[in-house]
């Protein structure tokens, strides 16, 4: 996965410098290729479909599922790849710690598959977590599981754009993640919407996941806000953007 990175910065400097125009997904980005090709770059939002996530509160979970959430009274939800960049591990050993530190039901729901599956398992059941925890693979579909937990965390080393984090955000879930390039720091506006730690840090990710459980009224009044600031990542506002973007460099030709 890294030698695929490394060779897809490679292209990227390469071969971008010969376009007319250049978008990124997030201003982070923006500023790297703004750097490193000294070109002028736009930035537009991942589109994301705000009102069909909102009406996914409304789908039934199946009875399995449904059974999962009903084990523990407080429901922490991560989505994604079973890779390294996502780092389940470190949310896994954060979480034995909280369960540990609070007098709390507390689950762990896992929505994803991936390369790591099998060791993650592992780690679960040698943490003694197998009752705690909930691996339920991958989903088309993940917002009517987001939707019915209690706080969303990203653990991930690194991103492009976490789309999720915009998905949970307009269902109104309490959001942690870390301090990854990059998205996440945009997304919740330095923390102004959802708690930041730093990259890789077990200690801190634990500190804020038992915080926002225990300042639970507060947690959910960021995610409240948050959701009524999504207009640009609304995939109608990201069309009109794109449009805009397109006249001009139509008139520029």
Known sequence: ???????SEFLKKRFYRFASLLIANSEELAQTYRSQLNKDVSVVRNPIDISLAKRSVEETLSALDLEVFERSEINIISVGRLSAQKNFA?????????????DKNIGLVIVGDGPLKT???????????????????YRPSVLPLVSRADLFVLSSD???????????????????????????VEILEGGRYGELVPVGERVELARAIKWALTNYDESVAKAQRLAQNLEEYDIENVRKRYMEIVEKLHGEL
């Open 90 to 102: 470190l949310l896994i050993d954060a979480f034995a710690e909280v369960k540990s530190a609070l």
């Open 1 to 7: 996965a890294d030698r695929l990175r490394s060779l």
């Open 119 to 137: 060791k993650l398992e592992a780690k679960v059941k040698h943490l003694g977590l197998c009752s705690d925890v909930s691996f339920l693979g």
């Open 158 to 184: 690194y991103e492009g754009m976490p789309n999720v984090l915009v998905e949970a955000a307009a269902v109104q879930v309490p959001i942690i993640s870390t301090r990854c390039p990059s998205g996440p």
